[in-house]
């Protein structure tokens, strides 16, 4: 055979083999961890008796150990004796190691000159670390401009393939259900929340972007979203398994609808997806009505001083938004995880307001968005006392001052963390204890533009 470069070999020498029709269904559950349930029918032609079928196109990041195969046609009459999976891919490491034994060429710098090359028959000795070569009764390690390989090595493809021993009492033409998992496949969620003016509510978006770097092309694939964090999914996770769910949860006007399944979530995408090979493609899962959204200044700060504070402390607010995810606000679809970004309409424009991390939210739940910190209202923190009075028990004052550059007054909530078994002694406002550790004081601060700040003023005592 005439010797040719790789390059070449990788198309000339690819197997020809009866192979599936590619026209048939696709149904893709695909996870957020880049794990996917791949479900194919596909029609074939089988010949009579015993014989053997073999499959191409299969993703390159096929699972073998999942692959499960079945006629839907005759199930009896279709006796599938074994199956062979040649995953091993073409590349130059798998060739270099399929020749370990064997002759190749070389293209080597001849030394010489600075351009030279040589070339030079070589036997392989080695591919651990770099590779070693017998040339000319010496061993040679060094630089190498390119290796030409007489042949590709037998069941070496661009992409895996299997094939099925078969003994075939029915039809000759049949449809295969297979069933397999893939790896990077994976779905991620981005959310775009579009406030009013007064930022009192908003639009919100789902969109869905799939990627798809498996090696494989699926066309026309139904698509499943499976939200949540399974250690494992394997076929038995497939829709048989899902006839005692619960209703579907629609949205008007969505893409999407949702069903549990398990202790996680299902979500359909309505109308089929072509998602090529090394390809990224975004589906907008829902749109919600207007829902109403609340906002919330506040600040969190470790009550009980460390003894070492000189100067007074600046503390900076969050701004916080939050909405219910209810049917009744144009929602009530369980939300996955994912990145919410939150713009605000003014007028023609909008603007960026920043963007957070959403934790999977069940309907009926309420979402919490931590966008950033407050530019024009601030806390300055002064210790103005504190003293150990036992071995494991303090006393404490703090004086807060709030200043509000806005024109209109603000409110604001600062949660005080305070460890132990404590006790206020005197605060100058009202204060509450929504949790154990936390002394929560909800605050509405006017304008203080050059003047005098408002002051909060409490103590405390605690034991640890």
């Excluded at 390059?7 to 590619?22: D, E, R």
């Excluded at 991620?188 to 798809?212: E, F």
């Excluded at 936390?438 to 409490?458: A, H, I, N, R, S």
Aim: avoid cysteine.
């Amino acid at each position: 055979m005439k010797k040719l470069a790789i390059a070449f070999l990788v198309i000339a020498f690819l197997p020809t083999h009866l192979s599936a029709a590619a026209d048939n269904s696709v149904r893709l559950v695909v996870q957020q961890n880049g794990q996917t349930l791949v479900n194919e029918v596909r029609s074939l032609t089988i010949p009579k008796g015993v014989g053997s079928v073999t499959l191409l196109d299969l993703p390159a990041t096929i699972d073998a150990q999942t692959l499960q195969v079945h006629s839907k046609t005759s199930p009896k009459e279709l006796n599938i004796q074994d199956l062979s999976l040649d995953d091993e891919l073409l590349s130059p490491s798998t060739m270099l190691r399929r020749f370990i034994g064997k002759k190749v060429n070389l293209v080597l710098p001849d030394g010489k000159s600075r351009d030279g090359r040589i070339q030079k028959e070589a036997l392989v000795l080695s591919t651990d670390e770099s590779p070693l070569f017998l040339i000319d009764g010496q061993v040679y390690s060094g630089p190498v401009d390119a290796i030409i390989y007489p042949e590709v090595p037998q069941g070496l493809g661009s992409r895996p393939r299997l094939a099925l021993n078969v003994a075939n009492n029915g039809p000759v033409r049949q449809s295969l259900d297979l069933s397999y998992m893939a790896r990077e496949i994976s779905w991620r969620m981005d959310y775009v929340l579009t406030l009013n003016k007064a930022a009192t509510s908003g639009l919100l978006s789902g969109w869905v972007t799939l990627a798809n770097r498996s090696g494989k092309s699926f066309d026309q694939a139904s698509i499943e979203l499976l939200a949540g964090e399974p250690r494992s999914v394997r076929p038995p996770l497939m829709r048989t398994y899902m006839a005692d769910a619960a209703p579907m949860a629609k949205l008007a006007n969505a893409g999407v609808e949702s069903e549990p399944m398990f202790e996680y979530h299902i979500y359909h995408l309505k109308r089929p997806i072509n998602l090529a090979n090394q390809q990224s493609r975004q589906v907008q899962l829902f749109k919600s009505a207007t829902i109403p959204v609340a906002r919330k200044l506040l600040g969190r700060a470790a009550a009980l001083p460390s003894g070492r504070e000189t100067d007074p402390q600046q503390q900076k607010l969050e701004v916080v938004l939050s909405f219910r995810n209810t049917g009744a606000q144009g929602l009530g679809l369980p939300l996955p995880k994912g990145t919410l970004r939150t713009l605000q309409e003014d007028g023609e424009a909008r603007h960026f307001l920043g963007e957070t991390q959403v934790e999977r939210a069940a309907a009926g739940a309420t979402v919490e968005l931590r966008l950033g910190q407050v530019f024009d209202v601030n806390v300055e923190r002064v210790v103005t006392q504190y003293e150990k009075t036992g071995k494991n028990s303090y006393r404490a004052a703090w004086e807060l001052r709030i200043r509000n550059a806005k024109k209109e007054p603000q409110r604001i909530t600062l949660q005080e963390q305070i460890p132990g078994k404590w006790k206020v002694e005197d605060a100058s406002r009202k204060w509450d204890k929504p949790l154990a550790g936390v002394l929560e004081f909800t605050l509405d601060v006017p304008p203080t533009g050059d003047g005098d700040p408002l002051v909060l003023k409490y103590s405390f005592t605690t034991e640890l």
